[in-house]
Each structure stands twice: as C-alpha cells, then as structure tokens.
C-alpha cells in the first residue's frame, strides 16, 4: 500500500515549506509520494525548470514528489493538473482541462465554490474528478455535501469522474491527516496517475475510509453537512474578529494565527 496526499504547496509558489523540508515531513510521516500543484502562475520557463529538476532530485526509492501545477481560471475557479509541469496561456477552464488532457496528466477542480456548481454542470468537457473534500477550505472535520452530490451528478454524463481528497498544504502548521491509499507496486508517475484515473485508491481520515466513487451513505452526508455547517459558523466568527482587529489596528502574533491554522 502507498501513503501520499494532493494539492501540496511549497515556497516556489506561495507554501511555506521548500521542497527538502516536504520530503523530511513527509516521509517521516510514513508518506511514500506527493502530488505537488504549485501555482502555475508563479512560473517563468527558468523556474519551472528548477522545479521540475529538484522534485527529481528530491525523490527516491522511499518517497518521491510528482511535479504538478495549479491554474488559476477565470471567475476565481482551480484546476489542478496532477503531473503537469506545462504552463498554458488561457484561464478558460475547459480549455485548461483540454490543456491537461493533452499532457496526459489528471485534471481536478479544486474546491469548487458553492456559486460554481451550475457552471461547472454546463461543462462541455468535465475533468477527471472534483475535489470534494478540501481539508483546507472545507475545514478538517468534515466535507460539504453538496460537493459530492455535484459529483455524482457529473457522473451520470462521465461516470468514470472521481473524488478527490486534497490538503491544499501552505503552512507548516497546517493540518495534514487527510490522505489517500493506494495498492500500487512501484512509484511511476504513469502508474500513479492511472490509479487516480481508474479510481484504485481510497481516502482515510482517523476513522473514516473515504471512496473514489464519491458515494455517501444519507446517514454521513447527513452527519458531514451538521458537522460542516457548525465549523464554517465558527471559522465566519473567527474571520469577523480578525476583520475587527485590524480596523481598529490592533496586531494578532503568528504564534496566535499559527494555533488558529491548526483547528481551521
């Protein structure tokens, strides 16, 4: 079985960590490899280069980083493209799906907002999943439902669509428990990304196993949507705080905002 994670962020877009304290992280957390997404537009020719040359150089037996990017589209819409490292000169989604496609990587919107989802659905050319749970933008405790059922209704047209679990990592002090297994014998990129493609992986979180299909029973997406709603209340509580401090002028330490980036 292989450990590994989605949606990583390192210092060469806008995470906190490089990529030699990823690898120390990671591995010592019993991960065997990273998809990074790096934001595609914090890239020249030059710099993706380097990315691409210390990810290999950073990767071994034990673990390995596949190189990847994250384009930022119109209307405030992320496509991941899971093992591209090509940048494209459009910020029309589809066409950065096709764009994907054609690299032979694994096209994933990105936690698509609530006010996206009849957009999304009017797609001629749907990707190969939907981030349906985002521990970042989601929170850590639970999923919005709705996500799922946006899924599962995309996949009435392409039924081979799949779920997608992914940390969204920036800070050192973010949460990092949400992760994916997967019955794999060796470490190749092409292996990798035909197990997201055919679905051969599961998504763990403590207790919960979590399906590539995207299917929830009615009793947790029921639990996922309470549990969901009270942390978003909370988090809204936090931001409007923050919101107040900072009008009034009033300074929140980074060991302050550290601790809060643990719980939200």
Request: glycine residues 6%; proline residues 3%; aromatic residues 12%.
């Amino acid at each position: 079985m292989l450990k590994s994670a989605t949606h990583i962020h390192s210092t060469y877009s806008d995470g906190e960590y490089t990529l030699a304290e990823l690898r120390q992280v990671y591995l010592a957390a019993g991960y065997n490899f990273v998809c990074l997404t790096d934001h595609a537009e914090f890239f020249t020719s030059a710099k993706l280069q380097a990315y691409i040359e210390e990810c290999a150089a950073l990767s071994d037996e034990r673990f390995r980083f596949f190189a990847g990017l994250e384009f930022g589209c119109e209307n405030r819409m992320h496509i991941l493209g899971l093992g591209v490292t090509a940048l494209v000169n459009t910020v029309k989604p589809q066409e950065v799906i096709q764009h994907i496609r054609k690299a032979n990587g694994v096209s994933v919107i990105a936690h698509p907002m609530d006010s996206m989802f009849e957009w999304i659905e009017a797609f001629d050319l749907l990707p190969d999943g939907i981030e349906t749970w985002n521990s970042k933008y989601d929170g850590q405790y639970a999923p919005r439902p709705a996500t799922f059922d946006l899924l599962n209704r995309l996949q009435r047209r392409k039924p081979e669509m799949r779920a997608f679990y992914g940390q969204d990592l920036h800070w050192k002090n973010q949460y990092r428990g949400l992760f994916y297994q997967m019955d794999e014998q060796n470490l190749l990129l092409e292996g990798v990304l035909d197990a997201f493609r055919q679905g051969r992986f599961v998504a763990l979180k403590d207790h919960l196993q979590l399906s590539s299909d995207g299917q929830l029973s009615m009793e947790l997406k029921s639990k996922f949507g309470r549990i969901n709603s009270r942390y978003h209340k909370k988090r809204q509580f936090i931001k409007t705080l923050k919101r107040t401090f900072d009008r009034l002028g009033i300074h929140i330490p980074d060991n302050l905002k550290a601790q809060f980036r643990r719980v939200f």
